[in-house]
C-alpha cells in the first residue's frame, strides 16, 4: 500500500509509491521528472552525446591538426550496459589547429564568447520563468505533457550534425532511421509489414513536421470548398446517420466521393470517432457501386494504441472495461485505462487507408514532429516530387521524394 506522509507541507505529494510498482519505475526512468529528479542521468547523456561529438570531428582527418584526446564517462542508467566506460583515444600529432590557442585567447574571440554566454543564460532563465509548465502533475490545461529523456536526447544529439532527409546524400544514417520510424509506427498501427503476404498490402511511413502537413498530403488538393462537414453526436463523435444521408446523396447525384476522415481523439473533446462504423459505411457503398479512401487523423489518439493488450481481439466477451491487467484508480499514480469500445476503434486503425499521429502529443517528444502511415505503400506514390540537383542517377530512391515538404529532418526521438 502507498504510505502517507506525515506533513504534507503544501507538498502534493502526500503518498509514496509502493515499492512493487513496476509500470511508476518504468515511467519515472524515462522522464526528467518534475523536480528534475533525474539530472544527473540526464547531464551524463549530454555529457556523453557532446563528448562522442567531439571525438568525431577530432577523428575526421586527424593529420589536420587535432591533438590526441581522451574521451571517458562513467556509467548512466539511459545507457547501455555495454557504455558502462568508454574511452576514444586518438594518436595524432600536435599540429596547428584551425581555432589554436592564441586565436580563444584573443580579445575579440573572448568577449563575443562571453556575450554568447550571457544571451544563453538570460534566454534560459526566461525560459524557465514564462514557459508553461508541462512536466509539472499541477498543470492540465493543454494536451501536452512532459518530454521524455530519450527524445531530448535524440533530438539534441541528431541537431548536432544537422542532417537533411531530402536526400541519401546529405542524410546516409538519419534517412535509415526515419525508414524504421515509419515502420514502428506501421507496426504499432496493425499494418502489415511482410512483403511476402499477398493477401495484405504492405503499410510504409514518414515523418512529418505535424499532423497538418500529414493530413494535407493525405487529401492533397482537394481545396476547403470541397469538403463537407458532417453533424457530431452529442459525444462530438461524427454521427454516422447524417454521413450515410451524405453518401447516399452523392451516390443519388452521381458525385464521386474521395475520402471520410475519422478523427481519433479530437483536440477539444479527445472523442474517438465510430472508425468501426465508418468502414462499414464503405463496404455498403461498395456494394452500390461508390468507394472511397477511409483516412484516420489520429495525431492525438494514435499512440494511445500502445495501449491495447496484445493479445486483445474485437468483439470478444472477455473484454472488460476497464481491462483486467490494469490497476483501479488509486494510489501514487492512479491507473487510467482505455474504455472498451475505444479500444475497438483504435484496434480497427488497421482498416483504414491512412493515419495521421503526432509524436509531440501523445509520444512525449519535442515539436515538430508528426507522422503518416498508408495501408498500402503505393499510395505514397500520389504525391512525389524529385528534382536533379537532389537526385543523382544511380543513387538509391529519396524518401524526401514523398509528401509535400521536400526536405525534412528526422530526430532519433521515437
Not at 542532417?163 to 546524400?169: A, G, K, L, M, Q
Given at each position: 500500500m502507498?504510505?502517507?506522509?506525515?506533513?504534507?507541507?503544501?507538498?502534493?505529494?502526500?503518498?509514496?509509491?509502493p515499492?512493487?510498482?513496476?509500470?511508476?519505475?518504468?515511467?519515472s526512468?524515462?522522464?526528467?521528472?518534475?523536480?528534475?529528479?533525474n539530472?544527473?542521468?540526464?547531464?551524463?547523456?549530454?555529457i556523453?552525446?557532446?563528448e562522442?561529438?567531439?571525438?568525431a570531428?577530432?577523428?575526421?582527418?586527424?593529420?589536420?591538426?587535432?591533438?590526441?584526446?581522451?574521451?571517458?564517462?562513467?556509467?548512466?542508467?539511459?545507457?547501455?550496459?555495454?557504455?558502462?566506460?568508454?574511452?576514444?583515444?586518438?594518436?595524432?600529432?600536435?599540429?596547428?589547429?584551425?581555432?589554436?590557442?592564441?586565436?580563444?585567447a584573443?580579445?575579440?574571440?573572448?568577449?563575443?564568447?562571453?556575450?554568447?554566454?550571457?544571451?544563453v543564460?538570460?534566454a534560459?532563465e526566461?525560459?524557465g520563468k514564462?514557459?508553461?509548465?508541462?512536466?509539472?502533475?499541477?498543470?492540465?490545461?493543454?494536451?501536452?505533457?512532459?518530454?521524455?529523456?530519450?527524445?531530448?536526447?535524440?533530438?539534441?544529439?541528431?541537431?548536432?550534425y544537422?542532417?537533411?532527409?531530402?536526400?541519401?546524400?546529405?542524410s546516409p544514417?538519419?534517412?535509415?532511421?526515419?525508414?524504421?520510424?515509419g515502420?514502428?509506427?506501421?507496426?504499432?498501427?496493425?499494418?502489415?509489414?511482410?512483403?511476402q503476404?499477398?493477401d495484405v498490402?504492405?503499410?510504409?511511413g514518414?515523418?512529418?513536421?505535424?499532423?497538418?502537413?500529414?493530413?494535407?498530403?493525405?487529401?492533397?488538393?482537394?481545396?476547403s470548398?470541397?469538403?463537407?462537414?458532417?453533424?457530431?453526436?452529442?459525444?462530438?463523435r461524427?454521427?454516422?446517420?447524417?454521413?450515410?444521408?451524405?453518401?447516399?446523396a452523392?451516390?443519388?447525384n452521381q458525385?464521386?466521393?474521395?475520402?471520410?476522415?475519422?478523427?481519433?481523439?479530437?483536440?477539444?473533446?479527445?472523442?474517438?470517432?465510430?472508425l468501426?462504423?465508418?468502414?462499414?459505411?464503405r463496404?455498403?457503398?461498395?456494394?452500390?457501386?461508390?468507394?472511397?479512401v477511409?483516412?484516420?487523423?489520429?495525431?492525438?489518439?494514435?499512440?494511445?494504441?500502445?495501449?491495447?493488450?496484445?493479445?486483445?481481439?474485437?468483439?470478444?466477451?472477455?473484454?472488460?472495461?476497464?481491462?483486467?491487467?490494469?490497476?483501479g484508480?488509486?494510489?501514487?499514480v492512479?491507473?487510467?485505462?482505455?474504455?472498451?469500445?475505444t479500444?475497438?476503434?483504435?484496434?480497427a486503425?488497421?482498416?483504414?487507408?491512412?493515419?495521421t499521429?503526432?509524436?509531440?502529443?501523445?509520444?512525449?517528444i519535442?515539436?515538430?514532429?508528426g507522422?503518416?502511415?498508408?495501408?498500402?505503400?503505393r499510395?505514397?506514390?500520389?504525391?512525389?516530387?524529385?528534382?536533379?540537383?537532389?537526385?543523382?542517377?544511380?543513387?538509391?530512391?529519396?524518401?524526401?521524394?514523398?509528401?509535400?515538404?521536400?526536405?525534412?529532418v528526422?530526430f532519433?526521438t521515437?
Open positions: 502507498a504510505q502517507k506522509n506525515s506533513k504534507s507541507n503544501g507538498n502534493i505529494y502526500t503518498t509514496k509509491p515499492e512493487d510498482d513496476v509500470s511508476h519505475q518504468m515511467i526512468s524515462l522522464f526528467l521528472g518534475p523536480h528534475a529528479e539530472f544527473d542521468y540526464f547531464k551524463d547523456n549530454i556523453a552525446v557532446l562522442l561529438t567531439k571525438a570531428r577530432e577523428n575526421y582527418f586527424p593529420e589536420d591538426g587535432v591533438s590526441s584526446s581522451t574521451v571517458q564517462f562513467r556509467h548512466s542508467p539511459i545507457l547501455s550496459s555495454s557504455m558502462m566506460c568508454l574511452k576514444l583515444t586518438y594518436k595524432t600529432q600536435n599540429l596547428q589547429s584551425f581555432i589554436p590557442d592564441e586565436v580563444r584573443s580579445t575579440t574571440f573572448v568577449k563575443n564568447s562571453q556575450k554568447i554566454s550571457n544571451a543564460q538570460k534560459a526566461l525560459l514564462h514557459s508553461v509548465p508541462w512536466w509539472s502533475p499541477r498543470y492540465a490545461a493543454h494536451m501536452c505533457m512532459d518530454m521524455s529523456m530519450p527524445s531530448l536526447l535524440g533530438y539534441f544529439m541528431t541537431m548536432l544537422n542532417p537533411n532527409n531530402v536526400s541519401i546524400e546529405a544514417f538519419t534517412m535509415v532511421a526515419e525508414i524504421q520510424a515502420q514502428q509506427l506501421c507496426d504499432l498501427f496493425g499494418y502489415n509489414l511482410d512483403e503476404r499477398n498490402p504492405c503499410g510504409w514518414h515523418i512529418t513536421c505535424g499532423g497538418t502537413v500529414a493530413n494535407l498530403e493525405t487529401i492533397a488538393g482537394i481545396g470548398e470541397h469538403v463537407v462537414g458532417i453533424a457530431a453526436d452529442i459525444e462530438a461524427l454521427d454516422l446517420e447524417d454521413l450515410d444521408r451524405h453518401l447516399k452523392s451516390l443519388d458525385q464521386a466521393v474521395y475520402a471520410v476522415v475519422a478523427i481519433i481523439g479530437s483536440t477539444e473533446e479527445g472523442a474517438v470517432d465510430p468501426r462504423g465508418v468502414l462499414a459505411l463496404e455498403k457503398y461498395q456494394t452500390l457501386g461508390m468507394s472511397f477511409v483516412h484516420a487523423d489520429a495525431a492525438w489518439g494514435g499512440y494511445f494504441a500502445s495501449m491495447i493488450p496484445k493479445d486483445f481481439k474485437p468483439n470478444d466477451p472477455a473484454n472488460s472495461d476497464p481491462p483486467k491487467q490494469t490497476g484508480g488509486e494510489g501514487f492512479p491507473d487510467a485505462s482505455l474504455r472498451v469500445e479500444q475497438e476503434e483504435i484496434y486503425l488497421r482498416h483504414a487507408d491512412s493515419i499521429v503526432d509524436p509531440h502529443k501523445a509520444g512525449y519535442p515539436y515538430p514532429a507522422g503518416l502511415c498508408y495501408r498500402d505503400e499510395m505514397r506514390f500520389l504525391i512525389t516530387w524529385s528534382s536533379p540537383y537532389i537526385s543523382r542517377a544511380g543513387t538509391t530512391e529519396s524518401i524526401g521524394i514523398y509528401g509535400v515538404e521536400g526536405r525534412q528526422i532519433l521515437n
